[in-house]
Nanobody, 121 residues
Framework: QVQLVESGGGLVQPGGSLRLSCAAS????????IGWFRQPPGKEREGVSC????????VYADSVKGRFTMSRDNAKNTVYLQMNSLKPEDTAVYYC??????????????WGQGTQVSVSS
C-alpha cells in the first residue's frame, strides 16, 4: 500500500516561514522522483519542486526559487519543503506526489491528501 501524507500547513503572515512534511509508506522513496505541487484557490494546479529519482538534483518553479527549499531524509522516508519569505500568492493547498516511472516529476502516479497553506495579514 503506497501512501503519502502531508503535514505542517497553517496560517502565517507575509514574510513568515513554514515547513511542510511528506511521510511516505509502502515504498522506499529514494528510488523515485518526488515533488511538491500546489493549487491556489480558483486556479490550476502547478508544480513547485521536484527531487530526481537519483536524489542528485532538485528543480524549482521560478515563482519559488530562492525562497523554498526541498529536501529528503531517506532514513525517515520523508521529504520536506522549507518555505521562507512567504507571500499571499503562495496561499494554496500543497500536495506531495511521486513519479515512479520518470527521473523527474513528469507524470505523478501517487498523491497525498494535501495540506492548506494560507498567507495573510
Amino acid at each position: 500500500q503506497v501512501q503519502l501524507v502531508e503535514s505542517g500547513g497553517g496560517l502565517v503572515q507575509p514574510g513568515g516561514s513554514l515547513r511542510l512534511s511528506c511521510a511516505a509508506s509502502g515504498f522506499t522513496l529514494d528510488y523515485y522522483a518526488i515533488g511538491w505541487f500546489r493549487q491556489p484557490p480558483g486556479k490550476e494546479r502547478e508544480g513547485v519542486s521536484c527531487i530526481s529519482s537519483s536524489g542528485g538534483s532538485t528543480v524549482y518553479a521560478d515563482s519559488v526559487k530562492g525562497r523554498f527549499t526541498m529536501s529528503r531524509d531517506n532514513a525517515k522516508n520523508t521529504v520536506y519543503l522549507q518555505m521562507n519569505s512567504l507571500k499571499p500568492e503562495d496561499t494554496a493547498v500543497y500536495y506531495c506526489a511521486t513519479d515512479t516511472g520518470s527521473r523527474y516529476c513528469e507524470a505523478p502516479d501517487y498523491w497525498g491528501q494535501g495540506t492548506q497553506v494560507s498567507v495573510s495579514s
